[in-house]
Each structure stands twice: as structure tokens, then as C-alpha cells.
């Protein structure tokens, strides 16, 4: 038996609700918002510390800001991450649920090193770390957990790209190893690309920051202009820097893949070439170009995301092996019902957002009751319609009785 019939074969008997595309489109989009998130995380992270460890009282008072975007973005990240995993686990089942058992423990310390890293930021949260007051040591062990947690998650992505090695990764010296104990793979460049961005990423959130308080009276112009320009400096020299990483990893794919010659990639670079040449022109005037940036860096990612996404189908090609020809049993009611749930989580999700910047902003006055109370309806809404669905399927099946 060859790979693609082994991995063809290892596909759920019961099929998919609908065509694999429509999970590929989400994948693609909550992998790419999970990605910026995860950026969040780790540039606001690194400039806790950079604050706290030095003697500019600017960084210091960013430092103590940056806090609750730290443990904000941490907790989006984590909601928002499970989305994609989803995805690959339905389309990409026979890949993805290899690498895992190959690396059981890994995967399984997955969930344990998010959980600590989650807890510690909260710790120096907790601890009076928005007041300058927490000891350091709860970021730099909260960061630990995160760096591991992504070097796992990395690590299995990639094992699942190359299952024509999956028998040298469990077979030593003509041994059978199922004590999944083990990491498999890491590309250095291909997880650098993901992480070198942190600090772009939160570079261009710092320049919103400026905007944000200004006139706000909480800070003084001279800081809030300090933000900005520090911000389109993070912003620029890391792209820059994502670049080179970018590039050396690009030469270390397949040459038989061709991916330089990818629509998504080329357009993907088009955009990155566009923000880099923004950024540039922002040094001077960081606000005048900040809603363009955030634009380009939000379409630049989602390109890079559906990029990343055929480069894996050409992995996945390479071993027979297609998502297109999944068998498909049609259940438009699961659909309907993914795809209801997916609009009323972003209409609550608007609200709050909203309820948040005004009240940042220092307005009593909340405004958008008609979406407040929307948002409550939908709830409500979706609550009956779960529970409505579940009894009726338990009755069905006799589940109940």
C-alpha cells in the first residue's frame, strides 16, 4: 500500500457535512486572526520587559499599559486558536492526528503549557504588573510557556507535511518507539516567520495607542507622541527583519513546489511590499498613515495565511492526497446552524469591542442599545435553538427514554 492510498483510507467513513472548501476558507481566515493575536501576545510580552528593565520613564509607562493587552490578546488567542485546529482536524484528519500520536505527550503538554502561561500572565496581572509593581519573573515565565507551547505547535504542523518520514520518526534501529515522547520536526526559519512579526505587529497597535488617548487627558502629549514614533520604528525595522526571515525561508522549500510562483504568495508579497513602503513614509507622521498600515497588515497576513494554506496542499499533493475529493454527505442543517452561530458570535463580539473603546475613551454614554439588546436576543436565541436541537436528537435516538 503507498501513502496516499494509507492516508486516503484513514479518512472518517462518515465524510463532511459539506464541501472541504468552505472549512478551508475559515481555516484560513481564524488562522490568520489567531496569528495577529499570537503577535499581540508576544511583542506586548517583550515590551513589558524591555519596560521594566529600563531606565526610559516613556517605556516604563508603557510597560505598565501594555499589561491588560497582554492578558487580553492572550485570552482571544486561545479562543480564536481552537478554530483553526478544528479545521485541520476535519479536512486534514489523516495528517494531523498522526503527528500528534507520534508526539503524544507533546501534544497533551500543549494544553498544560498554555494553561501555565495563561496563569502566570495573570499572576503578574493580579499582581499590580499594570501599577509597575509585579515582579518581571511572572512574564518571563509566562513567555517561557508560550515560546514551548508555539515550538510544539510548530513542531507538529510540520510533522504532518512529510509523512513519507513518519517511519523514520518511530522506528530506531528497527524498533517500534509508541511512547510519543518525541518532537519530530522544526524548521527554524518557517517558526521565526511566525514569531519575528510580534514586534511589527504590536508596533502598529502602538501607533492606534497614541491616537487613542490623545486629548484623553490620561497622558501627556509628549508620551503618547513618544508611543507612536517608537511604535512605527518597532514596526518598520521588524518587517524589515521578517523580510530576510521570510526570504530564507521561501529558498528552503521544495523547488518542485514552484511557490514563488503561487497567486497567493505573489500577491501576498505585492501587499508586503506596499506596507513596508508605507511604513517608511510613516516615520514622520505615524497617525496620518495608521488606518492604511493596519489595513495592509491585516490583508498582508490574510494572504500569507491562504498562502500557507497551498503550500500545505502542495505537501499534501506530493503524497496523493487531496481535500477536494473528501467524500461529502451533505447536512445543511450543521451548516446553516456553523454558520448562524458564526454571524451572532460577531455581532456580540462588535458590541462588546464597541462597549470597550467608548468606555476607554472615557464616555459615559455607551450608545448602540439596539445592538446591546440584539446581542442579549441572539444569545437567548441560540441557547433555545442548541437545547431545542439536543433533546429533540436525544429523544430520536432514545437517548432519553
Known amino acids: 500500500m503507498n501513502i496516499g492510498t494509507y492516508l486516503n483510507a484513514m479518512r472518517d467513513p462518515a465524510g463532511l457535512p459539506s464541501p472541504a472548501i468552505i472549512f478551508d476558507f475559515f481555516l484560513v481566515l481564524t488562522f490568520a486572526l489567531h496569528i495577529l493575536l499570537v ?13 521594566r528593565f529600563s531606565s526610559n520613564p516613556n517605556a516604563k509607562l508603557l510597560s505598565q499599559s501594555l499589561t491588560r493587552l497582554f492578558i487580553n490578546s492572550l485570552s482571544w488567542a486561545i479562543v480564536l486558536g481552537v478554530a483553526p485546529l478544528l479545521f485541520v482536524q476535519v479536512i486534514y484528519d489523516p495528517f494531523w492526528y498522526t503527528a500528534n500520536t507520534m508526539s503524544a505527550w ?37 513567555l517561557a510557556f508560550l515560546f514551548l507551547a508555539g515550538i510544539v505547535m510548530h513542531s507538529l504542523a510540520v510533522a504532518q507535511l ?19 515522547s518525541s518532537l519530530h520536526a522544526f524548521e527554524l526559519f518557517r517558526f521565526l516567520h511566525f514569531m519575528v512579526p510580534a514586534l511589527a505587529v504590536v508596533g502598529v497597535w502602538l501607533i492606534f495607542y497614541g491616537d487613542y488617548f490623545k486629548g484623553s487627558g490620561k497622558y501627556s502629549e509628549e508620551y503618547l507622541n513618544w508611543v507612536k514614533q517608537f511604535g512605527a520604528k518597532l514596526a518598520l525595522y521588524f518587517s524589515l527583519i521578517q523580510a530576510v526571515v521570510g526570504f530564507i525561508w521561501l529558498i528552503t522549500i521544495p523547488s518542485e ?11 501576498a508579497l505585492i501587499s508586503a ?17 495608521a488606518k492604511p ?22 505537501y499534501f ?34 458590541y462588546t469591542a464597541i462597549v470597550a473603546y467608548r468606555s476607554g475613551k472615557g464616555i459615559k454614554e455607551v450608545g448602540y442599545e439596539g445592538l446591546g439588546k440584539l446581542s442579549v436576543y441572539l444569545m437567548w436565541a441560540w441557547i433555545v435553538v442548541m437545547v431545542v436541537i439536543g433533546v429533540v436528537i436525544a429523544v430520536k435516538n432514545g437517548a432519553l427514554f
Open 317 to 350: 499533493a506530493k503524497a496523493g492526497y487531496s481535500m477536494a475529493n473528501y467524500p461529502v454527505n451533505p447536512s445543511y442543517g450543521s451548516l446553516l446552524l456553523f454558520l448562524a452561530t458564526f454571524v451572532m458570535g460577531a455581532i456580540v463580539l462588535l
Open 257 to 267: 513546489f514552484k511557490f514563488y510562483t503561487n497567486p497567493f504568495f505573489i500577491l
Open 293 to 314: 498600515i493596519a489595513g495592509l497588515l491585516i490583508l498582508t497576513v490574510l494572504l500569507m495565511s491562504a498562502a500557507r494554506e497551498a503550500l500545505r496542499m502542495a
Open 273 to 289: 511590499l506596499i506596507f513596508l513602503a508605507l511604513l517608511f513614509k510613516a516615520q514622520a507622521s505615524p497617525s496620518q498613515y
Open 106 to 142: 507533546w501534544a497533551l503538554g500543549f494544553l498544560a503549557f498554555i494553561a501555565l502561561a495563561f496563569i502566570l500572565a495573570y499572576g503578574f496581572y493580579l499582581g499590580g504588573g499594570y501599577e509597575g509593581k509585579s515582579t518581571p519573573l511572572w512574564i518571563i515565565l509566562s
Open 39 to 51: 503577535n499581540l501576545v508576544i511583542g506586548s510580552a517583550l515590551l513589558i520587559l524591555y519596560g
Open 162 to 180: 512529510v509523512p513519507e518520514k513518519w517511519p523514520s520518526f518511530v522506528v530506531k534501529g528497527g524498533k517500534y518507539l509508541s511512547s510519543g
